[in-house]
């Protein structure tokens, strides 16, 4: 399985950006995929979630903000980020889990290299 993330960048306040994920040998129509990011001294956290078909889910900072989806026919997994604050600074990851969908970083069992996504004010 290997992740491919792209897209990233430095914008302004209410700028807007979309993320790339590119998958190889990930069973898209059975994997759970995510979106997570990591800012400088902090955990990583789970920013959108694939899990069960047509079921995703939002953390409650970005929703009305990110959309995520996906073109299989590309192997794309997509993150649209508009109205980005400073606050969503930080490296932004795509994960693939095999087995489980939720917000911990444990369940996903391969990672992207992450793009850095700077927001300033």
């Known amino acids: 399985v290997q992740l491919l993330e792209s897209g990233g960048g430095s914008v302004q306040s209410g700028g807007s950006l979309k993320l790339s994920c590119l998958t190889s040998g990930v069973a898209r129509r059975t994997a759970y995929m995510g979106w997570f990011r990591q800012a400088p001294g902090k955990s990583r956290e789970g920013v959108a979630l694939?899990?069960?078909?047509?079921?995703?889910m939002y953390t409650d900072s970005v929703k009305g903000r990110f959309t995520t989806f996906s073109d299989h026919s590309k192997n794309l997994l997509f993150l649209k980020m508009v109205n980005l604050k400073p606050e969503d600074t930080g490296m932004y990851y795509c994960?693939?889990?095999?087995?489980?969908?939720?917000?911990?970083?444990?369940?996903?069992?391969?990672w992207g290299q992450g793009t850095q996504v700077t927001v300033s004010q």
């Open positions: 994960a693939a889990s095999g087995a489980f969908c939720g917000w911990e970083t444990t369940l996903y069992s391969s």
């Open positions: 694939f899990c069960e078909s047509g079921d995703i």
